[in-house]
């Protein structure tokens, strides 16, 4: 596709089931990354991905949060016995080549969790 | 990482030019500048990226100073469309490929 997607654009859950997030990233792009976004506040970065390498996961909060991303292109955020902490839009953003401020990231529209 | 501030939010009438001015008093040699706008239920997109002097693109301006301890983002002639929040970003290609975004700016555009 001509952009990032992901899916489902909304995700209502009650609190203590899984959800799994999808991202689709642009053809080609190397890079791959996951933001958390709370209401009013900037996006924060979760993870990072170059091809299938999970090379930074210092911002997953706890150990609940999975990502995954087994061929290099499709990634999936999962997250465990949900919170209503967990409540937020969750961003999916790739790029060109290997991760660098000079490298712009395109985003996804997000995925808005909800938690009952 | 560098931290940036920016104003909460501002108002400006439509056709006017807007500039939003960060801050970032601790920039390193190697950080480049970047702004991103995201609308209301959509992921940020990247405006434009500088290290130094002007740069322009169909969008908008960047304006850094020599000491480059702040920039302005310039946007000529506002329409409601430029309604959004926009984040400045500083960082460098040196293993530092999460983006860092702060609060950002909530412009709102008045017809």
């Known amino acids: 596709g001509a952009g990032v997607s992901q899916s489902p654009r909304y995700k209502v859950a009650k609190r203590g089931q899984d959800v799994a997030l999808r991202c689709d990233p642009i053809?080609?792009?190397?890079?791959l990354f996951w933001y958390q976004q709370a209401l009013g506040q900037g996006p924060e970065f979760l993870t990072y991905?170059?091809?299938?390498?999970?090379?930074?996961k210092s911002g997953l909060p706890s150990d609940r949060f999975f990502a995954e991303r087994p061929e290099g292109s499709v990634s999936t955020l999962k997250i465990q016995r949900t919170q209503q902490e967990d409540s937020a839009v969750y961003l999916c953003a790739s790029s060109l080549v290997f991760g660098a401020a000079t490298d712009t990231q395109y985003f996804g529209p997000g995925t808005r969790l909800t938690v009952l | 990482l560098a931290k940036t501030t920016q104003p909460i939010s501002m108002d400006s009438y439509e056709g006017q030019e807007v500039n939003i001015t960060c801050s970032h008093n601790?920039?390193?040699?190697?950080?480049?500048i970047t702004w991103y706008q995201q609308f209301p239920s959509q992921g940020p997109r990247f405006i434009i990226q500088g290290y130094k002097t002007k740069v322009t693109n169909e969008v908008a301006s960047l304006f850094i100073p020599a000491d480059r301890k702040s920039s302005t983002l310039s946007l000529p002639r506002v329409s409601l469309s430029d309604t959004a929040v926009y984040y400045c970003l500083v960082g460098d290609d040196f293993g530092n490929e999460k983006l860092t975004f702060g609060t950002g700016t909530r412009l709102t555009i008045i017809p």
């Open positions: 601790n920039i390193a040699t190697n950080d480049y």
């Open positions: 991905f170059q091809n299938e390498a999970q090379l930074d």
């Open positions: 053809s080609g792009h190397v890079s």
